[in-house]
């Protein structure tokens, strides 16, 4: 059974930074990434990645700002997130599986519990 648990929320000011972790477990995929959703809005595509790191995709809202990658060591993913911006503001939530093409990340199996990001202006 897979599970994907997010940590590392927190509330920022603008222009600082902050990285979200994702342990998951079960096994490994071939593509993960990271959505984030504000009320009344539709979840949003943030960054993903091949397993491998050969593929990355962004959105351009944080093109620049954000990377993704994962530890060498053991199933943790991460999203580093450098500058931001009060609209950056969301929960945040860590997706595995699925398929990665360009900046378009498709039907992620699985899902975290989301780790809320605050950013003040």
């Known amino acids: 059974q897979v599970h994907l648990v997010e940590s590392g929320g927190g509330l920022v000011q603008a222009g600082g930074s902050l990285t979200l972790s994702c342990v998951a477990s079960?096994?490994?995929?071939?593509?993960y990434g990271w959505f984030r959703q504000t009320p009344g809005k539709e979840r949003e595509f943030v960054a993903a990645?091949?397993?491998?790191?050969?593929?990355?995709g962004y959105s351009d809202s944080v093109k620049g700002r954000f990377t993704v990658g994962r530890s060498n060591r053991d199933l943790t993913l991460y999203l580093r997130m450098n500058n931001l911006k009060p609209e950056d503001t969301a929960v945040y939530f860590c997706?595995?599986?699925?398929?990665?093409?360009?900046?378009?990340?498709?039907?992620?199996?699985?899902w975290g519990q989301g780790t809320q990001v605050t950013v003040s202006s």
């Open positions: 997706a595995a599986g699925g398929y990665l093409s360009g900046n378009v990340y498709s039907a992620p199996e699985y």
């Open positions: 079960g096994r490994t995929f071939g593509f």
């Open positions: 990645s091949s397993w491998r790191g050969d593929k990355k």
